[in-house]
């Protein structure tokens, strides 16, 4: 079966360590975005990628890094500058984010917890 | 300015009755595309329903259909027959061009829905 994955589905971290949160997909889709929901609010864009070895900042990038050396895997670090991280963390993957037409799909997302 | 707006923070519906989530949006592309998802407990978000802003009908999918009004700039969803298995948040998104061409998606805040027996 086609789909996303990601892992682990339950988080906790320690103040002031970094964490890396992991997203597959095989779908073969070119573009992956990762998100932020907070609780009782919308979807934040945290970074997404059109492309391998290249991916761009969204809206709230600071204290996020990731990478995109493969086509299939896009993971997501929550570093020690990102003070506020417990949050729902969503990836999604789509054909490309070059068209309005694309439609995203989601993994089942990471609930991180800052303890 | 928000570009997708959902007034509705949460709605109730009897079992078996149709319901109605509403979506306002903001864009002045000519191009873009509107999509309904759906975010039970679990919470995973599950594609719904897609409407292109060229689409001349409204987009349908099962029990789900998409009230498109241009105009209006309202895209509301329409959940005919409502099951308990719709309770969930609804969360309305839009994917408009910006500059360089990517077409990243924007989602409304959402709306609870819960289906009473």
């Known amino acids: 079966d086609g789909g996303i994955t990601q892992s682990p589905k339950y988080l906790f971290r320690k103040e002031g360590q970094n964490v890396t949160l992991s997203c597959e997909q095989n779908l073969n889709h070119d573009a992956m975005y990762w998100y932020r929901q907070d609780p009782g609010q919308g979807l934040r864009l945290i970074y997404y990628?059109?492309?391998?070895?290249?991916?761009q900042k969204g809206d709230i990038a600071e204290g996020y890094s990731v990478s995109r050396e493969k086509k299939e895997s896009f993971p997501l670090t929550v570093t020690s500058a990102q003070k506020n991280p417990t949050a729902f963390y969503l990836c999604a993957s789509s054909i490309s984010s070059g068209a309005s037409t694309d439609t995203q799909y989601f993994g089942p997302g990471t609930r991180l917890t800052v303890l | 300015a928000q570009k997708i707006t959902q007034t509705q923070p949460g709605m109730f519906v009897q079992e078996k009755e149709a319901v109605t989530l509403d979506c306002t949006y903001d864009t002045s592309d000519q191009s873009y595309g509107l999509f309904w998802y759906k975010q039970p407990s679990s919470g995973e978000m599950i594609f719904l329903i897609y409407q292109g802003s060229y689409d001349e009908q409204n987009a349908t999918e099962g029990r789900y259909s998409l009230n498109f009004q241009k105009a209006r700039k309202s895209a509301n969803l329409v959940i005919s027959a409502s099951q308990l298995g719709d309770s969930a948040m609804y969360f309305c998104?839009?994917?408009?061009?910006?500059?360089?061409?990517?077409?990243?998606?924007?989602f409304g805040r959402g709306t609870s829905l819960i289906v009473h027996p």
């Open positions: 998104a839009m994917r408009e061009g910006v500059s360089g061409g990517s077409y990243i998606p924007t």
């Open positions: 990628s059109q492309i391998v070895n290249d991916f």
